[in-house]
């Protein structure tokens, strides 16, 4: 069974930084594209990044240059380092993975409902 633990949310004051955790378990690593999400109060979950289908990693435009998503396969541990927060970066993150080759036509590495597995999320409070 895949399961997928968040830690590391806490709060911050804007300018600050964070490393969120996800360890994965009951998968098999390489054939995982992981994935963070979040989702502010009141909105819908977004994709913030994750494996895209090349090896590289796709950002959300909101984050790009200031978060960065790296795994430890050998621990089979995925990190988003968040710098600089800002107070709309606030919200639950989540991490989540779906098996590779559930990955076809219309492949969205930052959509919502291509992921099969999910965290159970991790607060970030950005304070101004």
């Known amino acids: 069974q895949v399961q997928l633990v968040e830690s590391g949310g806490g709060s911050v004051q804007t300018g600050g930084s964070l490393r969120l955790s996800c360890a994965a378990s009951g998968l098999t690593y390489d054939t995982y594209s992981m994935a963070w999400f979040r989702q502010a109060p009141g909105q819908e979950r977004e994709g913030v990044g994750g494996d895209d289908l090349d090896g590289s990693t796709t950002y959300a435009d909101a984050v790009k240059g200031r978060f960065a998503f790296s795994k430890d396969n050998e621990k089979t541990i995925v990190y988003l380092q968040m710098n600089n927060l800002i107070p709309e970066d606030t919200a639950i993150y989540y991490c989540?993975?779906?098996?590779?080759?559930?990955?076809?036509?219309?492949?969205?590495?930052?959509?919502?409902?291509?992921?099969?597995?999910w965290g159970q999320g991790t607060q970030v409070t950005v304070s101004s």
């Open positions: 989540a993975a779906v098996p590779k080759w559930m990955r076809g036509r219309g492949w969205s590495t930052l959509q919502p409902t291509h992921y099969s597995f």
